[in-house]
């Protein structure tokens, strides 16, 4: 049983940076076809980010009450935790309409005065990756945000003139996975920011529950558990790992997602009980194996599992590092004792080399990236 907006993804497995596209936190652009289907429209069916929930009801409902637009709203965390599932809702929830864009999209400052303009009263604008706007926009949406005008610059040189250009109360709400890179004056203008955390596994299961409902997919508890178990604490990344396991169970099972069935699938897609997918497992094991442990530069570490530095350090170290498998020190990338654990290899003698790497106090700052880099 098939819903109506259950369509096929030929473009699915192109999700993002050379990671296996499996447990990658980035949608691709038929993903999403999917994800807006799947998405709830209210904070009741918002599932999760309870602290966050709870902060933005409040908001919404006492700018309701006084007939004011509510405070701009900042989104920030890792990818795929629901910052747009939010922007949409609180759409949904003042009874307008959701104007959809992105910080790259905007390179002029005309383009967001235009996009500005347009704006009804109350309406809500949604950029993701704001902190990744232009400069010269960033500072048209200062005024913006704070006494709904822009001035639109007409002419250049000494004849030019600013015309004052007045817009219509809204709501910002901007997204963003690198909070550090936004400016102090950008964050400064926003009336409420709502830290995104990971789910736990249980949260997880609501999401997959709720998803299979909507999928039309027979997901027993234990299957629903196997899966969360493996999803990196990411909706996104559960959701996707629930349409692999419908597949499989559809063609090589009997269409019901048990433990087994979820099991079978999930290796078959190499994806392991911790949520590691191949190339998490090659960079633990080109450290452990190759490297004795480390301490190892990323750029010899990104050689030794064929990708660039920047997939590496940006794709897969982050997840290792919450799970507990890699650390960064100052003197490069070292795997820990659970590394070892889950590759199945033996410590070495004298333990591991984690709690022996320690900057040398006669080199401050000093690192030996570089003399594995080199």
């Not at 599932?85 to 307008?96: D, N, Q, V």
């Not at 493996?230 to 269409?255: F, H, K, M, Q």
């Amino acid at each position: 049983m098939s819903a109506p907006f259950d369509r096929s993804l030929t473009g699915e497995l192109a999700v993002g940076d050379g990671q296996d596209w499996a447990v990658s936190p980035q949608a691709g652009d038929e993903e999403r076809v999917v994800e807006s289907a799947l998405r709830p429209h209210s904070l009741h069916d918002f599932i999760g980010q309870p602290k966050v929930a709870r902060q933005l009801a409040l908001v919404l409902e006492g700018a309701k009450r006084r007939g004011r637009t509510p405070d701009h709203v900042l989104l920030s965390g890792p990818p795929g935790l629901g910052k747009t599932s939010l922007a949409l809702i609180i759409g949904s929830e003042l009874g307008t309409s959701v104007k959809i864009t992105s910080g790259p999209a905007i390179e002029r400052s005309g383009d967001l005065a235009a996009m500005l303009s347009n704006l009804a009263p109350g309406d809500v604008l949604f950029i993701d990756e704001i902190h990744r706007i232009a400069r010269p926009a960033e500072e048209l949406l200062y005024m913006a945000m704070e006494d709904f005008r822009v001035d639109v610059v007409v002419g250049k040189g000494p004849g030019a003139t600013a015309i004052p250009l007045e817009i219509n109360p809204f709501t910002l709400v901007g997204a963003t996975t690198r909070a550090g890179l936004l400016t102090g004056p950008l964050r400064d203008r926003f009336g409420f920011v709502g830290q995104m955390e990971f789910y736990e596994p249980a949260e997880l299961q609501q999401v997959l529950a709720r998803s299979a409902d909507l999928l039309g997919v027979e997901l027993t508890a234990e299957g629903s558990a196997e899966i969360a178990g493996r999803s990196r604490g990411t909706p996104r990344i559960a959701n996707r790992l629930l349409r692999r396991v419908r597949d499989y169970a559809e063609v090589e099972a009997d269409g019901r997602v048990t433990r087994e069935v979820a099991e079978a699938a999930l290796a078959l897609y190499d994806v392991d009980h911790l949520g590691l997918d191949r190339l998490d497992r090659a960079v633990l094991e080109a450290l452990v194996v190759k490297f004795g442990g480390g301490p190892v530069g990323v750029a010899t570490l990104a050689v030794a599992v064929g990708e660039e530095p920047h997939t590496v350090e940006e794709v897969c170290e982050p997840f290792l590092v919450r799970a507990g498998l890699l650390a960064r020190t100052p003197r490069g990338r070292v795997a820990t004792e659970a590394a070892w654990q889950h590759l199945g290899q033996p410590l070495p003698r004298g333990g591991i080399p984690l709690g022996r790497v320690t900057a040398d106090p006669q080199v401050s700052g000093a690192s030996s990236e570089a003399l594995f880099d080199a």
